[in-house]
């Protein structure tokens, strides 16, 4: 919060450097002890500093296009795996692979044909996490794709797909991934089971939650020994740490809810978060915080409706809502500045500008 105020006028995203470094390290932690690896997907927090963090704290990254391609040679020499939505760019193949240790991952028998006459990379097929998968080979086709490079290709990788609920749901797609390799006659080698694990929480604190933990020994559990298995957690690194920081435009009522037009925008700025208004509690009379059931606590009628909107023409523009109570308008008043929570490392690769509204400044902070 200190950083947000200190912040040069204009959007900005601001995220808790010390938040994902200590994520970042025990999820390591507790991989090691699966004997498990871990990659960065970089578009899931694609800021320099958070690819170099990655690069040194956790065993490699996961890139696709040529923005990430190029952020992965910028780091030491590590592990990357990398992807294409169309044709494999041979060079860019060719230039990941002098300096890193890469695995090519194909779905079409196409982008393998061109892969494999690139000397030195590991060839892996992307299966489909699921019968509704618009990504990845079906398992029923997996041996026709292989074909194409017979005897080169021995790792799989598996679109994370839906939100992992529990460590149940990685055993099963690893297993899943298995025994499709099995059908398919693939001496397995590697197996990558993608992300979707930030419905985990790393420790204990929350009761009944799963530990991330769990879902690395689950999986373990179920691939052969000696088949390397790596995971690429994306959301869970800024989940709790990303912010974002405007100014409040324009203030407008319709009937009972107040709105409040911010210098941050839903579509530029805050894709694929789910941004929440940060406001202290409200106060009893008296000024002392007042909990649940405590005499004096204003009751709920009292709080008043707030929707947040973003600065751009497009009617889709609509941030969320928020209760707060009277006293607290006067904290959303033109010039206001607002600092929201809930936004992840995939804003920084959605932001851009739009109709006059600018691209977020993008800021870390290197908390302890």
């Known amino acids: 919060m200190r950083a947000a105020g200190a912040l040069p006028p204009g959007p900005a995203l601001v995220f808790d450097l010390g938040i994902v470094r200590d994520r970042m390290d025990r999820a390591r932690a ?5 004997g498990v690896e871990l990659l960065h997907a970089v578009k899931a927090f694609p800021a320099p500093v958070a690819v170099e963090l990655a690069a040194t704290h956790l065993d490699g990254l996961d890139v696709a296009g040529p923005e990430e391609q190029a952020a992965a040679l910028a780091v030491a020499p590590t ?23 890469v695995t090519a991952v194909c779905e079409t028998a196409a982008q393998l044909a061109t892969a494999a006459k690139v000397a030195g990379v590991t060839l892996a097929v992307r299966l489909a996490s699921d019968a509704d998968s618009r990504f990845g080979v079906a398992p029923e086709a997996l041996r026709e794709v292989v074909a194409v490079a017979a005897g080169r290709v021995r790792a799989l990788h598996v679109h994370g797909g839906p939100l992992a609920t529990s460590p149940g749901t990685i055993a099963a797609r690893a297993r899943r991934a298995c025994d499709a390799a099995d059908a398919a006659g693939l001496a397995l080698a590697q197996l990558d089971l993608g992300g979707s694990l930030h419905g985990f929480a790393i420790t204990s604190a929350t009761s009944g939650q799963a530990l991330v933990a769990d879902a690395f020994a ?6 052969p020994t000696g088949v390397r298995l790596l995971f690429e957690p994306g959301r869970l690194w800024t989940e709790g740490a990303g912010f974002a920081v405007g100014r409040v435009l324009a203030a407008r009522r319709a009937g009972e809810r107040e709105l409040r037009v911010l210098e941050l925008s839903r579509l530029c700025h805050l894709r694929w978060s789910t941004p929440r208004l940060v406001a202290p ?3 009893p009379p008296g000024g002392r915080r007042g909990g649940a059931g405590e005499t004096g606590a204003r009751p709920n009628h009292a709080r008043v409706a707030v929707t947040l909107l973003g600065a751009t023409c ?3 523009d609509v941030i969320g809502d928020a209760v707060v109570p009277p006293e607290h308008l006067a904290a959303l008043d033109v010039g206001a500045r607002v600092v929201l929570s809930g936004v992840t490392g995939y804003a920084v690769g959605w932001n851009r500008a739009f109709a006059g509204v600018p691209a977020a400044q993008v800021v870390t902070v290197a908390s302890d």
């Open 30 to 34: 507790a991989a090691r002890a699966a």
């Open 79 to 101: 592990t990357v795996s990398v992807t294409w939505p169309g044709d494999v760019d041979a060079a860019a193949l060719t230039a990941l692979a002098a300096r890193h240790r």
């Open 218 to 223: 689950a999986a373990r559990a179920v691939v």
């Open 281 to 283: 509690p409200p106060r």
């Open 314 to 316: 497009c009617e889709d």
